[in-house]
C-alpha cells in the first residue's frame, strides 16, 4: 500500500471492524488482488473473488471491505458455521484473466490456511474455481464435473421465491404468491428461475431486462409472462411485489416515491441506495423483506460442498429462509424496527453468541 487511500482515511480506520486485509501481488501474471476478512467468529471466512476493472486500489480496497462485511452478515443470518470474507482481483478479466493468474491467485488464498474459501462473483466462474482449485483446497463453487454446486443461482432463487412467500403471508396471510402481481427487473441468471417458481405458484408476473435476448428466453418458455421496455416503466406500472434481480441501489428515493407495490423482496445485493431508505418504505407502507436474508440460498448451495455436494440437503437448508425471513418480521414488529434494521440485530445476535470467544479462527 502506498500509505493512506485518497479518503483520507488509512486501512485501519477504513477497515476497523476487520480482522485481516491481505494485499497480494504477483508481477509475473499481473495479479493484483485484496483479500479481506470480516468476521471468523463463526467459522472461516466464506465469499466469492470479484474480477473487476476498478478505477483505483483505493476502490477496490472499499468495495472488498463493504463486500466482506455483507458475508458476515449473510453467512451469520443463513445459520452458516462460517464467517465473512471476499476477495477482490483488481483488473478487466477479458484482458487479463489466465490460467497462471488465477493459480498464482490459488496460491495466496493457500496461504491463508483455511481461513478464507473462495467462491465465484462478478467476473468469475465454476471454471475459474477449478483452476484455483489446482493450487489451493479452500474453494468452492467448483464445477459439477469437479464435484462442485456449479450454478448457484438455482438456489439463489429458490430462496427468494421462498423469503416472497414469508413476505406474502406477513401482509396478506397466505404464504402464496398465486393471484399476485410481481414484477422481476433483471431475468439473468437468477432472475430466470424466480419466474419459473412464481409462475408455478399462480402469480402474475411482468418482466424487464436492458439484454433482450433475456426476455425473448422468457416469452418463449411462458408466453403467459408480460414484458415492459425499461425498470423505470416496471416500478410505476401497478404491481404488488417489486424483485430488484439486476443491479444494487434498486430502491432509490425516486423508486420509493412512484412504487404502487406492497412488498419488495429480490436477489440483488445492496438493494438499498442510501442508509434511511428502509424507513421511508415502511413510512410508504411497503414491507422490505432484507437482501442477504432472501438471497443467501447461492451461499448455503456452495458451501454444502464442504461436506460433500448434496443438491437435496442445500435445498432443505435454503427452504429455511421461509423461516428466517418471517423471524425477521416478528422482530421487527417486536423491537419496532424495520425488516434491515432486525436482520442485522439477528445475524449480531449469532456471530456474538454462537461466535468463538477465543479470537480469530485457526483450522
Ligand atoms: N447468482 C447468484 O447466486 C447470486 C447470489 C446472491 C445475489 N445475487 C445478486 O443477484 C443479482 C442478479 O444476479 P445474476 O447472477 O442473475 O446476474 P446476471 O448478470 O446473470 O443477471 C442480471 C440481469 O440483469 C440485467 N440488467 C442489468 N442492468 C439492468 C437494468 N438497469 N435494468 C434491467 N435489467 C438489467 C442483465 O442484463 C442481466 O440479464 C445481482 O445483483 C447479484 O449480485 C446473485
Avoid at 52 to 67: G, I
Wanted: hydrophobic share 40%; with cysteine; glycine share 12%.
Amino acid at each position: 500500500m502506498s500509505g493512506a487511500p485518497s479518503s483520507g482515511r488509512d486501512v485501519f480506520e477504513l477497515g476497523s471492524e476487520h480482522e485481516q486485509v491481505v494485499f497480494c501481488n504477483d508481477r509475473a501474471t499481473g495479479l493484483k488482488a485484496i483479500i479481506a476478512l470480516h468476521s471468523t467468529a463463526l467459522g472461516p471466512g466464506l465469499g466469492g473473488t470479484r474480477f473487476y476493472p476498478y478505477a483505483s486500489t483505493d476502490d477496490a480496497l472499499v468495495d472488498v471491505l463493504n463486500l466482506s462485511r455483507g458475508m458476515s452478515y449473510k453467512n451469520a443470518l443463513a445459520g452458516l458455521d462460517l464467517g465473512g470474507g471476499k476477495a477482490v482481483i483488481i483488473g478487466d478479466p477479458a484482458e487479463i484473466k489466465t490460467e497462471a493468474l488465477l493459480r498464482a491467485y490459488g496460491r495466496f488464498v493457500q496461504s491463508l490456511n483455511g481461513r478464507y474459501y473462495t467462491a465465484c462473483d462478478v467476473g468469475t466462474f465454476s471454471e475459474d474455481m477449478d483452476h484455483i482449485a489446482r493450487e489451493c483446497d479452500f474453494v468452492t463453487g467448483r464445477t459439477v464435473a469437479h464435484g462442485g454446486a456449479g450454478d448457484s443461482s438455482v438456489l439463489t432463487a429458490y430462496g427468494v421465491f421462498q423469503g416472497m412467500r414469508a413476505a406474502a403471508e406477513q401482509l396478506w396471510g397466505e404464504p402464496t404468491l398465486a393471484g399476485r402481481t410481481v414484477g422481476v427487473a433483471g431475468v439473468g441468471k437468477v432472475g430466470r428461475h424466480l419466474v419459473r417458481h412464481l409462475v408455478e405458484d399462480g402469480a402474475t408476473v411482468v418482466v424487464t431486462d436492458v439484454y433482450a435476448p433475456s426476455v425473448e428466453a422468457i416469452r418463449s418458455a411462458y408466453p403467459e409472462v408480460q414484458a415492459v421496455g425499461s425498470t423505470d416503466e416496471l416500478v410505476a406500472g401497478a404491481l404488488d411485489v417489486y424483485a430488484p434481480c439486476a443491479l444494487g441501489g434498486a430502491i432509490s428515493d425516486e423508486v420509493v416515491e412512484v412504487l404502487s407495490a406492497k412488498i419488495v423482496c429480490g436477489a440483488a445485493n445492496n438493494q438499498l441506495a442510501h442508509p434511511g431508505i428502509e424507513k421511508q418504505l415502511e413510512e410508504r407502507g411497503v414491507l422490505y423483506a432484507p437482501d442477504y436474508c432472501v438471497n443467501s440460498g447461492g451461499v448455503i448451495q456452495v458451501a454444502d460442498e464442504l461436506e460433500g455436494f448434496s443438491f437435496e440437503r442445500a435445498q432443505q437448508r435454503a427452504a429455511g429462509i421461509f423461516e428466517t425471513t418471517r423471524r425477521v418480521f416478528e422482530l421487527a414488529k417486536a423491537d419496532g424496527v424495520t425488516p434491515a434494521d432486525a436482520a442485522d440485530r439477528l445475524a449480531e445476535r449469532r456471530m456474538r453468541e454462537v461466535g468463538r470467544l477465543r479470537g480469530i479462527h485457526l483450522r
